[in-house]
């Protein structure tokens, strides 16, 4: 089944995010972009499509915003050094999006970091530090 010319751009998108996600040491070989699958390593980033604003801005164009949002998984403890693992995990993230705002892509002119969030669960067997980190793209798509 071909994607049709939305499905393509969005997509593609999401792959160059997850690129640069993968480029990331602590992230190598452990960011998801295309599904929740069972944890067996810390850290471990999930991308997820949050939504899409589409403007017209031709008969042959269409301008987006498109966010994303990087959630980031840390298995750890209640002290500083937890606060200070997630914080670090969630800047290299922030800054190699931040060192290539067009995520290496053609389509898109802009990459803009707009939030992280911090939050954290206690299970019964251990702390999770959580950061959501929000990714607002700008791209042109041609219909």
Known sequence: MSMDPYTTHIKSIKDKLHDVVLSCTSFADNAYADYIKSVKKYPVAFIRLKSDKINDIGPAETHHLT???????????????????????AGEIV?????????????????????????????????????????????????
Do not use: K, P, W
């Open 67 to 89: 966010t994303f949002v990087i959630q980031v998984e840390n298995r750890s403890g209640y002290d500083e050094a937890a606060l200070d693992l997630i914080l670090g995990y």
């Open 95 to 143: 800054d190699a999006i931040e060192a290539n705002r067009t995520l290496g892509s053609t389509h898109v002119s802009n990459a803009e970091i707009t939030e992280v969030d911090y939050t954290l669960r206690n299970d019964r067997e251990a702390v999770f530090h959580y950061a959501h980190i929000t990714v607002v793209t700008s791209s042109l798509r041609n219909v």
